[in-house]
């Protein structure tokens, strides 16, 4: 062990090495916690000096930030199990990443990452010398600096730590297809109180010990959150195990440093399990490998108890601080209030004795480095853990080719995601081992499965039985009754340069709103980041929409994901609402060839009409919104008397049958009618790189004539859009108005009023002078409402009129079809 | 065991009682048998039948629904387990209700209320006989008709079983403070893949054996989701148990009616458990009675496997149906489609002999229903499960006697949550058993801590030591690092006629943005339910919010919660963003006075200026909306040049700040100054019930002047709200805009152009000429935004002119205080 120990600059397939019983030597010992005593160093200046960072002078109030700011609890333990983690790296030439649960220990990456001289490397202002460290202490959860989390400015992560519930969903989905990596993921006490965090544990019983890589969960037990103890201190430990064994894991459990023991017993104590556990699964990868594994592998996991605040001071003031709640944030929040207290801090910082870890010019000396490794196994440095490094492209084919027949708008039908599973089953075949599909068991209910399971299976390590069905060891389709777990992997999937999508219910999409979020934030954060490379977007497919609950009802009604979405930064988020089965395939197309963005499809999976062909999805998909002139009523030259917009595909359909009827009734009015596929587009361009100028907006929409515009969601978004727009006091927007429960679908768009029938009203209402002269057809407009749901309630089904609708008569929506929509 | 065993009418004190070993008698196994035959012919015949409902005539097609939704799978368990429980109840004199997680078998639920009587007392269309049997089958998951899950409309649910993973933490929220209730919660185990469900089974390290009910927790293990395995009924028996033990329960599995085995077997064998386990609880609750219990209670629970879609046709069309995900819907879905089919459909509905179970008139027979308890005493009737019934009001006292002294504008200031804690202090101390706080770990950080802990304590069951605060078996405060389970419990305490409020992260409350949803529509539901009777409102408290993230940064920034919120029923939700510590006070009083709505109030925790004394607030709270005249410049009778308004505590600060150099600088403008504290205020009357007429909107807002508005969240949703206001062109919003990372609160408005400079040239900007007139003081702002960051980022605390900001010079905002946000 030595830092002459030539490490692969490359990744590489690495072996998974037994390394035998050998105690670790002394000498190896004594390295890890020089390391450890570095990083604790440069994690304690971190959070309080602003000055003085090698304390060669005494330390005085003003090296001391004024605002103290930032976390110390977890931090010691994760330098801990970083310093460790480097010697078995080393030893193993491991390939790892490590995943940071308590990410607010923000000042423990960091100080690693500066160790290991990545963060030079990627910071020319931080250099490895005494104002590089001045400068990497103030910064730190400074104005003008860096977080004070694990975040994207920190090489090596995949993961911010500042909402808890994700460390084991990330780090399954970075193992996924990655064979020969380790992700160390470290989930706090706090964390692991969480709902997601709690299910992530049975992630488990999806990893293929061949296929994918191994995840080593470290529980980071360190008893207490910022004011509370912790759950899992706070069971007894037969119970604390058995919660392991239940999950599925081999637990090792690891405790020290407990009433100032001595650290190097620690070191030593750690140092055995942790090659025990390394050991144990390079057993089980040798006997997946070799095909002799029986059933599911059972990894091993550890749970690490330290003490909270590790090498704090552990009185102060008369109180305990060290191993209780008050070491959670800043132990020493005084430091600058009397002489003894900026005293205690000095002594603090003295007792990792600075002196032996950095040489004259303020550089970390060869033994505080030892323990590293070089090059890419360095966990800071690992291009896995920048995933546009290691990203490639997918090879995707012409989905024109799998595009349908429409000879004439409505002349054929389909459901669209159907046809988008086709083509996606190509992608499945041509990218095996870079593509999956996550979902909470509805793959097959939102029907991209018949074709897709033609290609592949669902995954899953757990027993299978001879009466499942695309059930397998391996495969590409991910299913679990958990939003947060198929968003958690898919994030992972990605962030570590893959691809993939999520289909779920519309409404339960809020599910995972916060993880969204942090997602796009993250997203925001590296574009600015100059060494983070694109990584593929995130895409959703919300097929179960607001329109079509038929199984379900009022529960299960809500489209506003769309306006969580849009709140967040427009170079991150799209929102697409495809109406059949061209535009779909045109709009994944899109989506999977794009990075760094958030691509919201709602888009239905009952047969409907389509409307475009190939070419005309392809212009209408480029404009992102169009008119359709074969729809309406046009007069070359001339202004329309009134716009019927859409966007979604049930508001589409009740448009275009709202302008039949309005053309078959009135004869002169002139009629435009718009679909918008891409709903940035309505946006100022100053407001989304996507939006329209005013001279477009208005030479589509008009500046002064009434626009009915039917749209999927809450009618308020697109105001919200377009409130800045000239015609905008003109604008009438239908939608949905939490009005539903189980019933009939075209009794759903009656209930908000959403239907063709008020659509027409509203045109009746809304265009000066035209309800007075057809008066009669307001009146009929109104009795078909009536009649129509007079026709439901006693029969159950949709009035055949309404079923058989179609454009000029050639198809029918089909609303009989009761297939699967959810439990 | 008979039906004339006299249950009681009115909930009492019931007794845990222990029943011995005794076998469950040859004949009460009989009547618990047919029971279940009675419940599952009701639910088919609710997923099937139009008409003909007891057979009287051969079944054909027109008998059949035109379109059959529904789920079957899960049914027949849940029949199953009402039925032994009712057994139970009747036995041991039990208080229960049920929760049923598989809530989509809504058919059993609805079948087992028919049974009780209790449907045909609430709905007067639903008689128990032949006709009314009719209506009960059509209605189901038909136009006009009721839901397919349990739901609001369901007698004696507290839970709609829509979106899954709630059910046990509306549990335990049901069996706090409840202590003779024992709730039977049924989990699916597709739910208990969520993860809320998975990290709520350890509720039982709060609950208290004395003071609490009983949570008797269900795991229904019937092996399939809609299309998949499900992970539990997949690993191990071991590995099950361990999970369970590890949980802290003593779990019991029961398994049965696999390959055909007798039912009566099958009945036997769980009523033995059933008896183990009422028996073991009896024990407990006697033992913690007595003050023997030592350590946490290990309370029971059950894992019941049995087939999904048991008692169905095993085989149709040659699959395999029952006891697979094929019987998770309709498992004869073609049952119109030819003879054979339908002739299936009425053999299996006859498998059940309902010649046997019905009277001449279609009345259930004495036999069918001589298991269920009557009166009170039935789960469908349990007033309990009706929470308003059992409701009472809360004791209040004068919120105005723990108001500030505010003897002018800003000339005290307070941390506002300080202040409403010592009034909620005495709401825990006159509302002993009925008021609780919920929050993840935050109760201290949010400052509600030192007078809250100064008559109450955290509750927590499991280990407490000596270096614990305020942390005890019982106490009214309740942490978690969970806010689903805060959600949820909360949810569940709610829903039986208690109050409480929950508070949280700003950011981190999307975390709960699903559960808030179906929370909101189960409300929504309600208020057109005639026999529900009002509960009490669910109360947010958002105290760490966008502005106030020093310690966090940009992960901990989102203010989107109140744009997810207003998108439901505006007879349901309510926002309130009151700006010091009198007008948080006033706003509690009201939220804990309210009942069915859900109040999400934004408040600051920081010291701020106090800027209304008591009456002052009183008033301004009253109208929810107003003009602050000392802080504008107003000329009688005269429009003001520019209304500067605000919503939020940081913007009405920043909105004062710019009025004050405004006045300095600009002598002859006239300058209002508006504060909004209801923001749904700010919305049409005719979309809110609180909604300003257009008038009175005119007159604060005017119609044509500019309008500057700082506001608390994100600014679109101020445009939203009042998209239809004649002066909206005018309207021009400051909000977040998510610019923001670890810095200072000053920092955080300037990057947001929501800072007092800015918002000076915003008004230079748009009120005519003025920005000419005054080129100089423009180009001073500038200079202090430019000069405010450039100290900031030297020095890393705000500049003292900004720390200092005062109203008239008397207060300062203090920003140095390093209190703990979060970790």
Same mark, same amino acid.
């Given at each position: 062990?030595?830092?002459?120990?030539?490490?692969?600059?490359?990744?590489?397939?690495?072996?998974?090495?037994?390394?035998?019983?050998?105690?670790?030597?002394?000498?190896t010992?004594?390295?890890?916690?020089?390391?450890?005593?570095?990083?604790?160093y440069?994690?304690?200046?971190?959070?309080?000096?602003?000055?003085?960072?090698?304390?060669?002078?005494?330390?005085?109030?003003?090296?001391?930030?004024?605002?103290?700011?930032?976390?110390?609890?977890?931090?010691?333990?994760?330098?801990?199990?970083?310093?460790?983690?480097n010697?078995?790296?080393q030893?193993?030439d491991?390939?790892?990443?490590?995943?940071?649960?308590?990410?607010?220990?923000?000042?423990?990456?960091?100080?690693s990452?500066?160790?290991?001289?990545?963060?030079?490397?990627?910071?020319?202002?931080i250099?490895e010398?005494?104002d590089?460290?001045?400068?990497?202490?103030?910064?730190?959860?400074?104005?003008?600096?860096?977080?004070?989390?694990?975040?994207?400015?920190?090489?090596?992560?995949i993961?911010?730590?500042?909402e808890?519930?994700?460390?084991?969903?990330?780090?399954?989905?970075?193992?996924?297809?990655?064979?020969?990596?380790?992700?160390? &993921?470290?989930?706090?006490?706090? +964390? /692991?109180e %969480?709902?997601? =965090?709690?299910?992530?544990?049975? $992630?488990? *019983?999806?990893l293929?010990?061949?296929?994918?890589g191994?995840?080593?969960?470290?529980?980071?037990?360190?008893?207490?959150?910022?004011?509370?103890?912790?759950?899992?201190?706070?069971i007894?430990q037969?119970?604390?195990?058995a919660?392991?064994?239940?999950?599925?894991?081999?637990?090792?459990?690891v405790?020290?440093?407990?009433?100032?023991?001595?650290?190097?017993?620690?070191?030593?104590?750690?140092?055995?399990?942790?090659?025990n556990?390394?050991?144990?699964i390079?057993e089980?990868?040798a006997?997946?490998a070799?095909?002799t594994?029986?059933?599911?592998a059972?990894?091993?996991?550890?749970?690490?108890?330290?003490?909270?605040?590790?090498t704090?001071p552990p009185?102060?003031?008369?109180?305990?601080?060290e191993?209780?709640?008050?070491?959670?944030?800043?132990?020493l &929040?005084?430091?600058?209030d009397? +002489? /003894?207290? %900026?005293?205690? =801090?000095?002594?603090w910082?003295? $007792?990792? *004795?600075?002196?032996?870890?950095?040489?004259?010019?303020?550089?970390?000396?060869?033994?505080?480095?030892?323990?590293?490794?070089s090059?890419?196994?360095?966990?800071?440095?690992n291009?896995?853990a920048?995933?546009?490094?290691?990203?490639?492209a997918?090879?995707?084919?012409?989905?024109?080719?799998?595009?349908?027949?429409?000879p004439?708008?409505g002349a054929?039908?389909?459901?669209?995601?159907?046809?988008?599973?086709?083509w996606?089953?190509?992608?499945i075949?041509?990218?095996?081992?870079n593509?999956?599909?996550f979902?909470?068991?509805?793959?097959?209910?939102?029907?991209?499965?018949?074709?897709?399971?033609?290609?592949?299976?669902?995954?899953f390590?757990?027993?299978?039985?001879?009466?499942?069905e695309?059930?397998?060891?391996?495969?590409?389709?991910?299913?679990?009754?958990?939003?947060?777990?198929? +968003?958690?992997?898919?994030?992972?999937?990605?962030?570590?340069?893959r691809?993939?999508?999520?289909?779920?219910?519309?409404?339960?999409?809020?599910?995972?709103?916060?993880?969204f979020?942090?997602?796009?934030?993250?997203?925001k954060?590296?574009?600015?980041?100059?060494?983070?490379?694109?990584?593929?977007?995130?895409?959703?497919?919300?097929?179960?929409?607001?329109?079509?609950?038929?199984?379900?009802?009022?529960?299960?009604?809500?489209?506003?994901?769309?306006?969580?979405?849009?709140?967040?930064?427009?170079?991150?988020?799209?929102v697409?609402l495809?109406?059949?089965?061209?535009?779909?395939?045109?709009?994944y197309?899109?989506?999977?060839?794009?990075?760094?963005?958030v691509?919201?499809?709602v888009?239905?999976?009952?047969?409907?009409?389509?409307?475009l062909?190939v070419?005309?999805?392809?212009?209408?998909?480029?404009?992102g919104?169009?008119?359709?002139?074969?729809?309406g009523?046009?007069?070359?030259?001339?202004?329309?008397?009134?716009?019927?917009a859409?966007a979604?595909?049930?508001?589409t359909?009740e448009?275009?049958?709202?302008?039949?009827?309005?053309?078959?009734?009135?004869?002169?009015?002139?009629?435009?009618?718009?679909?918008?596929?891409?709903?940035?587009?309505?946006?100022?361009?100053?407001?989304?790189?996507h939006?329209?100028?005013?001279r477009d907006y208005?030479?589509?929409f008009?500046?002064?004539?009434?626009v009915?515009?039917?749209?999927?969601?809450?009618?308020w978004?697109?105001?919200r859009?377009?409130?800045?727009?000239?015609?905008?006091?003109?604008?009438?927007?239908r939608?949905?108005?939490?009005?539903?429960?189980?019933?009939?679908?075209?009794?759903m768009?009656?209930?908000n009023?959403?239907?063709?029938?008020?659509?027409?009203?509203d045109?009746?209402?809304?265009v000066p002078?035209?309800?007075?002269?057809?008066?009669?057809?307001?009146?009929?407009?109104?009795?078909?409402r009536?009649?129509?749901?007079?026709?439901a309630?006693?029969?159950?089904?949709?009035?055949?009129?309404v079923?058989?609708?179609?454009?000029?008569?050639?198809?029918?929506?089909?609303?009989?079809d009761?297939g699967?929509?959810?439990?």
């Amino acid at each position: 062990m030595s830092t002459d120990v030539a490490a692969p600059e490359t990744p590489a397939q690495s072996v998974w090495k037994h390394r035998g019983d050998a105690p670790v030597s002394d000498e190896t010992i004594r390295l890890i916690d020089t390391y450890w005593r570095a990083a604790n160093y440069l994690s304690v200046g971190q959070i309080y000096l602003l000055d003085n960072p090698l304390l060669r002078t005494p330390l005085t109030v003003d090296d001391i930030k004024p605002r103290l700011l930032g976390h110390w609890g977890t931090t010691p333990g994760l330098n801990f199990l970083y310093a460790h983690m480097n010697r078995a790296i080393q030893e193993r030439d491991l390939n790892t990443i490590y995943i940071i649960g308590p990410g607010h220990g923000g000042p423990g990456l960091v100080a690693s990452a500066f160790l290991d001289g990545t963060y030079s490397e990627v910071y020319s202002d931080i250099d490895e010398n005494e104002d590089g460290i001045r400068r990497l202490f103030k910064q730190f959860s400074f104005p003008g600096g860096i977080p004070s989390h694990v975040a994207p400015e920190t090489p090596g992560s995949i993961h911010e730590g500042g909402e808890l519930g994700y460390a084991l969903s990330h780090a399954y989905g970075a193992a996924f297809d990655n064979p020969d990596l380790l992700v160390m &993921a470290v989930v706090g006490d706090g +964390e /692991a109180e %969480t709902g997601p =965090l709690a299910t992530s544990w049975h $992630s488990n *019983k999806w990893l293929d010990p061949v296929q994918d890589g191994v995840v080593l969960p470290i529980l980071h037990l360190n008893g207490y959150k910022i004011a509370n103890p912790t759950v899992l201190d706070r069971i007894p430990q037969d119970e604390l195990l058995a919660l392991f064994r239940g999950y599925g894991y081999h637990p090792y459990l690891v405790e020290g440093g407990f009433d100032g023991e001595d650290h190097a017993v620690v070191h030593r104590r750690y140092a055995a399990v942790l090659d025990n556990v390394l050991n144990e699964i390079a057993e089980i990868k040798a006997s997946a490998a070799a095909g002799t594994l029986e059933g599911r592998a059972v990894w091993p996991m550890i749970i690490l108890r330290t003490p909270k605040g590790w090498t704090c001071p552990p009185i102060i003031d008369g109180q305990q601080v060290e191993n209780t709640w008050r070491a959670h944030q800043v132990p020493l &929040a005084n430091a600058r209030d009397t +002489e /003894a207290h %900026t005293k205690l =801090l000095e002594s603090w910082l003295k $007792s990792y *004795k600075p002196e032996e870890l950095f040489d004259e010019d303020g550089k970390p000396v060869a033994d505080a480095v030892a323990i590293a490794p070089s090059g890419d196994r360095r966990m800071s440095a690992n291009p896995i853990a920048n995933g546009g490094l290691v990203r490639h492209a997918l090879r995707l084919r012409d989905w024109r080719d799998f595009g349908v027949d429409v000879p004439s708008p409505g002349a054929t039908s389909n459901e669209a995601t159907r046809v988008l599973g086709e083509w996606l089953a190509t992608v499945i075949a041509d990218n095996p081992t870079n593509f999956r599909i996550f979902g909470p068991d509805e793959t097959a209910s939102n029907r991209l499965a018949p074709p897709v399971y033609e290609t592949t299976d669902k995954q899953f390590a757990g027993e299978i039985r001879p009466i499942d069905e695309h059930i397998a060891r391996v495969g590409r389709v991910m299913e679990v009754l958990s939003e947060h777990q198929c +968003e958690g992997w898919l994030e992972g999937y990605l962030l570590t340069g893959r691809h993939g999508l999520f289909t779920s219910y519309e409404a339960f999409i809020h599910i995972v709103d916060s993880m969204f979020n942090q997602h796009a934030k993250w997203l925001k954060v590296t574009r600015e980041i100059p060494w983070r490379r694109p990584i593929s977007s995130l895409n959703y497919l919300l097929s179960s929409h607001v329109w079509r609950q038929d199984h379900n009802g009022f529960s299960h009604q809500d489209p506003g994901f769309i306006d969580h979405v849009v709140n967040k930064s427009a170079d991150v988020v799209r929102v697409y609402l495809p109406f059949d089965a061209n535009t779909l395939l045109s709009t994944y197309d899109h989506c999977l060839r794009s990075v760094n963005y958030v691509n919201v499809v709602v888009a239905g999976k009952q047969p409907q009409p389509n409307l475009l062909n190939v070419d005309q999805a392809v212009a209408h998909m480029t404009r992102g919104l169009g008119i359709f002139e074969w729809a309406g009523r046009e007069v070359p030259g001339e202004s329309p008397d009134v716009v019927l917009a859409a966007a979604g595909d049930i508001p589409t359909l009740e448009v275009l049958a709202a302008s039949e009827i309005l053309q078959k009734n009135i004869p002169d009015l002139k009629i435009r009618v718009v679909n918008v596929v891409d709903l940035m587009k309505l946006q100022d361009e100053s407001e989304h790189p996507h939006g329209l100028s005013d001279r477009d907006y208005d030479a589509i929409f008009t500046r002064d004539k009434p626009v009915i515009f039917a749209y999927h969601g809450y009618p308020w978004l697109i105001h919200r859009l377009t409130y800045r727009r000239t015609g905008h006091s003109q604008l009438h927007v239908r939608g949905y108005k939490e009005e539903g429960t189980t019933t009939t679908p075209f009794d759903m768009v009656m209930r908000n009023d959403l239907d063709r029938y008020h659509l027409v009203i509203d045109v009746l209402d809304r265009v000066p002078g035209l309800g007075e002269r057809y008066a009669t057809l307001r009146q009929d407009m109104t009795d078909a409402r009536l009649n129509a749901r007079l026709f439901a309630y006693s029969k159950g089904e949709d009035i055949p009129e309404v079923a058989n609708w179609s454009w000029h008569g050639s198809q029918s929506i089909g609303t009989g079809d009761t297939g699967g929509d959810n439990e």
